[in-house]
Structures are given as C-alpha cells and as structure tokens.
C-alpha cells in the first residue's frame, strides 16, 4: 500500500509541476543572458527611471514568451511592490477596440486612458501593457496601437508596452507612425541547446528531497533518473539519449518536450513506483503519430479501391476529376471488386443485380472519404451541385498510400500491384 | 419532434448527451432548442432520484407543456456535474468489457486523465465517427466519478450557444419558463467567456474543495472526486466551418493557457485528426489519443453483445460480416442492415432461442444468400419501417440523398404535371439547347437525317472530349422560358396520346396555351425547387434571370417517365 501511495503523490507531484509553467522556466531565471534575466532588466529600469518603454517577444508558439513573462512580473512585484500597476489588457484575438470599457466609445476610453497614465505618472507608478497575439493589434488601421504609443510619449507617464507575438515578422506589420513611436527593443526566444535540455530534464523529473515523500524512496527514484541521464556506457543512457533527441528534432519548443514529458510521466507505473525507459519510449511513440497513414489503414477496402483508383487518374495526368469520371475510368477495377466483394463464382451472376446500385453504394464509400478528409473538393463553387459532379483532389500523397497498403494485411494484393501499375497490361482481359 | 437517439448502440445507457446525430443537414436550430444538457446528477432523496431519473432518460428533450408544475424538476445543483453518482458506480473492467477493442485507448485516457486531484494537459481525442470517442469519455467518467461540463459543438451552433452552455452548466442555471429560456449570462465575445469562465470555475473548484472536506460525513462522495472540474468539447470539426472559425478555434485549443487553472481539464472530442485543424493562427498541440476503426473481431464482438441467442448470430455473422466489412467498416451502418437481414436468417425457424447445427446453418444460409448481395446493395439506405431491435440507430447522410428514398413512392406525391415539369427539366439539363428545335419539331425528320450521317474521325473525337466534359460538368443549367417551351412541347405531345388519363386528373395543369394554368406550373416549379428535385443556380450575367439545373438522376426520370407513359427516350439526345 505504502510504494502504491508514494507513487501516486509522486506522480501527482510531477503532474503538477509540468503544468505550471512558471516552475518550469524558474530553471532559466538564474542565468544572466537568459531572455529572464534581459526582460527583467529591460522592466526594472523603467520602473526605478521613470520611463517609458517598448519592447516586443518574438518566438515559436510554446518557446515560453508568456510564462517567462509572468515570472519577470512577479519577481518585479516581489521586489518593487508598490511600483507597479499590471494592466493586462490581454484579449485573444481581434477585440482591439473593447480593451477597456465595452459600452464607451473608443474616444472615451483613450480619454480615460491618458487621464489613468497621467495619474499614475504622478504618482510614480508604472504601468505595463501586455499585447499577447501582438500581431492580431497590427491587423486594421493600428488606431489603437498608435494612441497607446502616442499617449506613453506625450505625457510624463511610466509604461511599459509588451508585446507578445510568434510572428518573427511582428514589428514589420506596423505602420510607419506607429514604428516611429516603437522602440525597437525584440527578445527573441529561441530553440534551447542541448545542454540547457539535460538541466531542464533534471530540474522536472527529479523529486525534492524536502517533500512529504519519504527521503528513501525520493532517493531511491532520483537515482533511477540520473542513471538514465548521466551515467555513461550504459544502454539506457544511450537510448534515453536518442529519445530526447528525435523529440526535440521533432519539435524543439519547450512546450513540446514537456508534453513529451507529460505523457511519459503519465505512463508511470504505479505498482513500481519509478519511471522507466520503457515510459518514454511509448510516449514517444505517441507522439509521432501520422493521421492520414492510420486514416487510411481505417478504410475499408472498397474506400480503398476509390483512393487507388483516384491515384491513378493522377498518374494518367487527370487534372481534374470527379465521382462519375472515377468510377467510369475505372470501371474494370471497381466490377472486379464487385465480384470479389459479393463472392460471386461467375460473372453470369452478377449481371442479374443491376450496376446502378453498386454505383450508390460506392457514391456512399466516396462520402465517408470525404468526411474522412483523405480527399476534398477541389473547388468550393458549384456548392448547388450534387456530389458525384464536383471536381474533387486527393489529400494524400502516394507514398502514404502506398505505405498504407502494404502495412495492412487486409488489403488485397491487387490493389497494391494496381497502384504499382503492374496490371496496366491486362486491362482487357475482363471476362476471363 | 424528433427523438433524439443513442449513438453507440452496444451500451443502451443514458446518453441523451444530445445530438449525437452527424448528420449535418439535420435541422440545427431545432437541435439546438430540444438541446439538454447532461444532467444527470444525483438527487439527495431517493424519491426526487426517481423523477429525475424519469425527466432525465425520456429521450425528447425538455418540454415545458408538458411539464407540469409539480413535475418541475429540482433547480440544477454542483451533484448534476457528476454522472457517477446516480446510477451505479461501474468499475475499470465494465468499462473494457462493454467497448471491445478499446482497452487501448480507455487506458491511454485514464492514463492522461491521471489519479484525483492531478493537473493535466489538454486531451484531444479523435477517430472516425462510431468508434466510441463520446460514449468512452462518458463512461470513464462515470466510473471516476469526476465532475464535468459536456457541451457538443454540434447542438451549440454558434460561438455564443457554446459559450452560454458551458456557463450555464458551471453556474447550475437550467433554461426554463420562469427566465424566459435565457441563458444565464449573455456571452458573444471570447473575452467575456474567459472572464466569465475564470469566475464560475473558482466558484465550482471552491464548492468542490469544501464538498471533499466534508465528504466523509456528508457522504457525497463515495469515492474522493477531487477537485478537478473537466471541460468536454464534442465534435470539433464542425468549430472549422463557423465564420470566426479563425479565431474561435485557437482560442479553444489556448483555453488552457488563457485560463491558467490547473483545476480545469480540457477535452476535445473530435471526427478529424489534428492535422486538418492547422490554420494561419497556430496553437500548441494537446496530448492526442486515437480510436482507430474496429477490426472485423471487435465488430464481431460489438455486435454479439446485444444479442440473446448468441449462437446463432454469430453463425449469421460467419456468413455476412466478411463480405459488408469489405464495404464498411462503421458500426452504425452495419448494425443497421445487420437487424433485417437478421431477420430474414431467422425467418425459417419456429424457436429463436435455438442453437444451430451444422446442418441448419446450412439451410439457413441457403434461405439467406439471395438476400445478401440486394442488403449490401443497400447497405446506406434507410428503409421506411423501423427496426425493432435495433431502435431508432436512425441513419446519417440518409437525407443527403433525398432522391434515392424518394424514387418509390414517388408515383403517390407527384400530380401528372409536376411528372411532366421533372421531365421537362430533366430533358432542359441533359439536351443541348441547341437541338430543342430538332428534337421537339413536330415532324421529327431532321433528327433522323442527321443520325444517318456517318461520324469522321475527328468528330468521334470531339465526341469524346464533349462526352468527358459532361461527366465533369453533370448536368446543364437552363433559364425558366426553356424549360417552359419544353414542357408545353411535351404535354402538347401528350395530350393528343394520352387524352383520356388527362380527362381522369381534370387537367392538373396539363392544358397547354392556357395562361391562366401558368401559375400553377410556376408553383409546381418552385415546389419541385423545395423538395431539391430542381436546383437554383447562379443567375446568368448576360440574361440576369436565374437559372435552374435539375439533379435527379436517369433512373428516377425513367420511372416517372413510364408511369405518365412518355416516351423519354425519344426526345434524349445520346451523344
């Protein structure tokens, strides 16, 4: 009972601490070229001067930009504590005109804009305007940008303007008055080096000592890891290695390695008690996923007879298809499978039951495609017209398709060998 | 009013989680007022359980009429967030052993969902529909007994809707006469949600710790529920067809980040993968769980599970599940076809609780096999009366088509000149306009010197391409006054042919050089537009009237053709 308790707390323990950003990026804090360290300077000196400033964060989406943010402001209200004023005026997304008041006029809340700097001016307090998504303000006429800009540089006020953005381009969406009134001050966040990712990884998964956790297991756990990170010649090490590494080769945010982290974590074994390699490896495994192969491993062998015989039409340098021409160009295709499909011993059979409904059925395979989005109409015009008329593309490459077909056991040889072309020559053999 | 019916079929559980119909011609706005959300808490006493249990699991939705007042049910509370409490508790292994072949994924959930009380990143589940996504989420949430907000994008058809049920679900606010079946606050903008949302969550999570506090002697809580409140957001995919799709989809897939509340779990239910969801915008990915397609031994299982004699399905099933897994592979559709070819199997036995014999299944098989390939043939299409068994597993995409189900019974609805108007139409879109001189011309002679004229090589060729380009193009459009002169010169034909079944229908429209009819063809035309039998196009920029074009198909022509006796293939130009 004890090893399962410890376990759990254990694992709740490091659950709570992926989610929480600003644990994680407490590890950069004490380095001083760390974007941290610059940002907090950058703030800290407008507040102790009494100026005003602009500054913009640029990086990938999940590089940390908002969470390394909300730390040099805390940090700074730990130390400056009656100093400043955080105004976040963080709306997601086009809602630049209602920052500050839905009901008043935009006049109105510049008005009452200048009137709270000029306020806070006076009583030497600073204020920070943090823009998120800084790119979405740049969209329009930029009006508000600019009196936010203009207001910080007419009056004697004390602001900070943070934006945000992962536009590397953010700055150059501006207009030319509003850039005037920039400084141009960028922190860019970029993809951390190896070396910072080992002390990442040791700053999470090791466990404090000082925790409710009994000290035995809390030891007994963190020398699992280190074995894992640090000692050398040992496989484990080796193969721990290369997992981090395909997973930052991957994606090398930081919010991609604790995702990475997160289900590794959450793939811990209770009973044990201890990460294993084996947990990051599935974690791995889930992560590299490729949705259109499985897609189209999904599909049912009559879809499947569809999508090669789409591919074909690509090959034979169709630009444009749709239902009917498919299913006409490929009729010998789909009246084999007809057979295969309905167990038919002689062709005599078949000819009983009438094409047309073979035909809807098939019309029905190619809707399930389509919601599927392995293929798609290749223009949204003619929305009026009925399905079998629209022009329609393929969404997945031959390659994937190919790939797809030979990894599943279902599917028949001759598709394969049909998407290979190898049957091209015993096209008119129909009735055999 | 149309009952809204259960999704998963294996497990007859109380889902109304509303509309779990994909079909997206289904009547949203309708949806959206039957929509009721998923309350099925436990009520404190078991006599109130018994009438929340009644109002709960009748599968229309909430209709005030005919509620009366002492049947109000009790003002929502924080116990309807739960779906564990009510009904029976069901253990881990339930939940395997009711979805075979998805021990995987129940498991890959858990695992992310985590022990009581663990933060946890956002959950994006997604597979093809009928793999059991909406049904899983529920049950495992049943079974950890953890409270939680569902609300389907599907029934929530706009930003707001979606945005105001949450928010009335946090904040136990149930639309009803007395507040006007208002929501209970008015949210449009995303701002406004995450303030609203932050709020209600703190209220919740607060609500909650104190409920674990005391859980011990209120006994609330059989087991510890934590404090964690979960956010599910069903059918996705359909968020990327909304007008802010743009902005409304990244800020979900950011709710996270915005919210910062380790309290809240997020879960998105979705038909796509994520990698259809990738816009100009960005966002960090959630952790991913895939529900691929049953393999033909899970579909076997899922199908067995309901049965009573379950030898004798599965010898059914020997004999038809390889053949329609060939074709497809969704529960749903094959159930569907599943229920009457079982029983046209059964159909030579007295006792269904028999168990087959080599023999017999022999037998049965041979009374089968001319069913088979006809049932696969229709393996979409609705048939009119409802299986018994099988519920009301009411088909998607059935409306899609309207034309196929249409087909039959369509000598009952169709007065002679609406025939002829489909007729009329069909000709316009099919034949070049060119040629309605030839064709319609009273002698018909010229028609016949230009079919002897031997084809050269290079009109064969031509003939192919224009044969190509009509397949792409489908059929033709054409303006009213066309398909006016069209329809006078047939029933001007039939009229001399056919006089006396004109004299039996009192001349429903059929009289030609009458002005005074011509509003009534009009109102044919526009009630053929209605039923989609004739579509509006785009208005031609030279002319500027509109122009019609005609989708039903040549079989359906044909059959109305021979049931007004018209001679359509004469008048069908062939290329």
Redo the contacts between chains.
């Keep these: 009972m004890g090893r399962d308790n410890f376990a759990?707390k254990a694992?709740?323990f490091l659950?709570?601490r992926?989610?929480?950003p600003s644990f994680i990026f407490s590890s950069f804090s004490n380095s001083p070229d760390s974007n941290y360290s610059k940002l907090k300077f950058i703030v800290s000196s407008s507040v102790i001067e009494g100026c005003n400033n602009s500054i913009l964060l640029l990086g990938p989406?999940?590089s940390g930009k908002?969470a390394v943010l909300e730390l040099v402001i805390r940090d700074l209200l730990l130390e400056y504590p009656d100093m400043i004023t955080v105004e976040i005026a963080?709306?997601?997304?086009?809602?630049n005109q209602?920052l500050f008041s839905k009901m008043a006029s935009f006049d109105d809340n510049s008005q009452f804009m200048l009137a709270m700097l000029r306020e806070c001016g006076l009583a030497h307090k600073t204020i920070i305007f943090i823009l998120d998504e800084f790119d979405l303000f740049a969209q329009g006429k930029q009006r508000l940008l600019y009196s936010l800009l203009d207001a910080m540089q007419s009056v004697s006020s004390q602001a900070v303007v943070i934006g945000i953005s992962?536009r590397l381009d953010a700055d150059q969406l501006l207009e030319k008055r509003v850039r005037s009134r920039f400084s141009h001050r960028k922190l860019l966040f970029l993809p951390s080096i190896n070396e910072e990712w080992h002390r990442l990884l040791e700053h999470i998964l090791l466990l404090p000592t000082e925790s409710t956790l009994p000290p035995n297991y809390v030891t007994e756990f963190n020398e699992k890891i280190q074995v894992s990170l640090n000692r050398r010649n040992i496989l484990a090490d080796v193969k721990f290695k290369e997992i981090i590494t395909t997973c930052t080769n991957i994606d090398s945010t930081v919010?991609?390695l604790?995702?990475f982290l997160?289900?590794a974590v959450?793939?811990m074994d209770l009973g044990t008690g201890f990460l294993s390699l084996e947990n990051f490896k599935t974690a791995l495994s889930?992560m590299q996923?490729q949705?259109?192969l499985?897609?189209i491993?999904?599909?049912?062998?009559?879809e499947l007879y569809i999508l090669v015989c789409m591919r074909r039409m690509e090959i034979k340098e169709q630009n444009?298809?749709?239902f009917?021409?498919i299913m006409?160009a490929n009729y010998y295709w789909f009246f084999r499978l007809y057979l295969?499909?309905?167990?038919y011993k002689s062709v005599h059979d078949s000819c009983q039951?009438s094409d047309?409904?073979?035909q809807?059925?098939c019309?029905?395979?190619f809707?399930?495609l389509l919601?599927?989005?392995l293929i798609s109409f290749a223009d949204n015009r003619g929305n009026?017209?009925?399905i079998?008329?629209r022009?329609v593309k393929l969404l997945v490459s031959s390659h994937e398709l190919h790939q797809a077909l030979t990894s599943t056991r279902?599917s028949p040889a001759i598709l394969i060998k049909l998407l290979a072309g190898e049957l091209f020559s015993q096209f008119g053999l129909i009735y055999d | 009013m149309r009952p809204l019916t259960i999704r998963h079929f294996p497990l007859n559980l109380n889902f109304e989680a509303a509309a779990t119909l994909d079909d997206p011609s289904f009547n949203y706005q309708n949806l959206a007022r039957n929509h009721r959300l998923l309350i099925m808490g436990k009520e404190e006493t078991p006599q109130i359980t018994r009438r929340a249990t009644r109002h709960s699991s009748a599968n229309v939705s909430k209709n005030e009429t005919e509620t009366k007042a002492s049947d109000q049910p009790l003002p929502p509370t924080l116990n309807d967030l739960f779906l564990g409490e009510k009904e029976k508790p069901i253990s881990l292994d339930n939940v395997v052993s009711s979805f075979p072949g998805r021990r995987v994924q129940i498991i890959?959930v858990m695992?992310?969902l985590?022990?009581v009380?663990?933060?946890?990143?956002p959950l994006f589940v997604?597979g093809?529909?009928s793999t059991g996504k909406t049904s899983i989420t529920n049950q495992i949430f049943r079974h950890l007994n953890r409270p939680f907000v569902y609300s389907s994008c599907l029934t929530c058809y706009s930003p707001r809707i979606l945005f105001e049920s949450v928010l009335n679900q946090l904040l136990f606010h149930r639309k009803n006469a007395a507040n006007g079946y208002s929501s209970a606050k008015r949210c449009e903008?995303?701002?406004d949600f995450?303030n609203l949302l932050r709020e209600a969550l703190v209220s919740v999570t607060s609500s909650l710790q104190g409920n674990s506090d005391k859980s011990s002697s209120k006994k609330l809580c059989r087991r510890a529920c934590g404090n964690m409140i979960y956010l599910i957001f069903d059918n996705l995919e359909l968020v990327r067809e909304w007008d802010k799709s743009s902005?409304i989809l990244?800020?979900l897939f950011?709710l996270h980040?915005?919210l910062k509340m380790?309290e809240v779990g997020l879960i998105f239910i979705s038909?796509?993968?994520?990698?259809?969801y990738y816009t100009s915008m960005?966002?960090?990915?959630p952790?991913?769980?895939?529900f691929?397609?049953y393999t033909?031994d899970d579909l076997r299982q899922i199908l067995l599970l309901k049965q009573e004699n379950k030898k004798l399905y599965s010898s059914f099933l020997d004999v038809v599940l390889k053949?329609f897994?060939?074709?497809?592979?969704?529960v749903d559709e094959l159930s569907t076809s599943f229920s009457q070819l079982f029983r046209k199997y059964c159909e030579p036995l007295n006792d269904l609780g028999v168990v087959p014999n080599e023999e017999m299944k022999r037998r049965l098989f041979s009374t089968l096999q001319p069913h088979?390939?006809?049932a696969?043939?229709?393996?979409?299409?609705v048939s009119s009366q409802t299986s018994t068994e099988g519920g009301a597993t009411k088909h998607k995409?059935s409306s899609?088509?309207s034309s196929?189900e249409v087909s039959d019974q369509l000598d009952l609805h169709m007065s002679t000149s609406a025939k002829y108007l489909l007729i009329s139409a069909f000709l316009a879109s099919r034949n070049p306009a060119t040629l309605d001189a030839s064709l319609f011309d009273s002698t018909g002679g010229s028609d016949n010197r230009k079919r002897k004229r031997k084809p050269s090589e290079k009109s064969l060729d031509l003939k192919e391409s224009a044969e190509?380009e009509l397949?792409?193009?489908?059929?033709g459009t054409f303006p009213l006054e066309r398909l006016l002169a069209i329809f006078q010169c047939i029933t001007s034909v039939a009229e001399g042919s056919f006089e006396e079944e004109e004299q039996e229908n009192d001349g429903i429209g059929v009289q030609t050089g009458d002005d005074s009819l011509m509003s009534d063809v009009l109102l044919q035309l526009s009630s053929l537009c209605n039923a989609n039998f004739i579509?509006?196009?785009g208005s031609c920029p030279l002319e500027g009237s509109t122009r019609y074009?005609s989708?039903v198909s040549e079989?359906m022509v044909l059959k109305v053709a021979r049931s007004v006796k018209f001679p359509l293939s004469k008048y069908l130009y062939r290329r």
């Design positions: 759990e694992l709740i659950r709570t992926l989610c929480d989406r999940g908002v963080r709306q997601l997304c086009v809602e209602l992962c919010n991609a604790l995702k997160f289900r959450s793939n889930t996923r949705p259109k499985e897609c491993k999904d599909c049912s062998i009559l444009s298809y749709n009917n021409s006409k295969h499909v309905y167990e039951t047309y409904y073979a809807n059925v019309l029905r395979a809707e399930h919601r599927r989005e009026n017209q009925s079998e008329f022009p279902s | 890959e695992r992310i985590g022990p009380n663990c933060p946890m990143v997604y093809d529909s903008k995303p701002s995450v902005t990244p800020f950011n980040d915005i380790p038909n796509t993968s994520p990698d259809t960005g966002y960090l990915e952790a991913t769980v895939y691929p397609d033909e053949s897994f060939r074709i497809t592979r969704r088979i390939a006809p696969m043939n229709e393996i979409f299409k995409s899609k088509k196929l190509q397949m792409m193009k489908g059929p579509v509006k196009g074009r989708t079989d």
